[in-house]
Nanobody, 113 residues
Framework: QVQFVESGGGLVQPGGSLRLACAVSGFNFELYTMGWYRQAPGKQRELVASISRSGITNYEDSVNGRFDISRDNDKKMVWLQMNRLKPEDTAVYYC???????WGQGIQVTVSS
């Protein structure tokens, strides 16, 4: 059974930081590129960061330089360090392997004063 268990979300003030974590099970994690997606109210889900199985990273323009994605293949974990958060980063965040159909429950991140 494939599972993505996201944690670390919550409410933070603008300019603050959060670190999201995702524990993965049920498939050969080390063989897949992993990504963090988000969906804001009234908007489509978008890919904000990805990391290949060898550690090559890519970022959506609005988060480049503020967010950092990382992974540990032995622990089957992926993280998203989010710095200098803005109200427009408010969304439900999901981790998944982009080439698979599976999705986790997601976790809420709210940036507000």
């Amino acid at each position: 059974q494939v599972q993505f268990v996201e944690s670390g979300g919550g409410l933070v003030q603008p300019g603050g930081s959060l670190r999201l974590a995702c524990a993965v099970s049920g498939f050969n994690f080390e063989l897949y590129t992993m990504g963090w997606y988000r969906q804001a109210p009234g908007k489509q889900r978008e890919l904000v960061a990805s990391i290949s199985r060898s550690g090559i990273t890519n970022y959506e323009d609005s988060v480049n330089g503020r967010f950092d994605i990382s992974r540990d293949n032995d622990k089957k974990m992926v993280w998203l360090q989010m710095n200098r958060l803005k109200p427009e980063d408010t969304a439900v965040y999901y981790c998944r392997a982009p080439t698979r159909d599976d999705w986790g429950q997601g976790i809420q991140v709210t940036v507000s004063s």
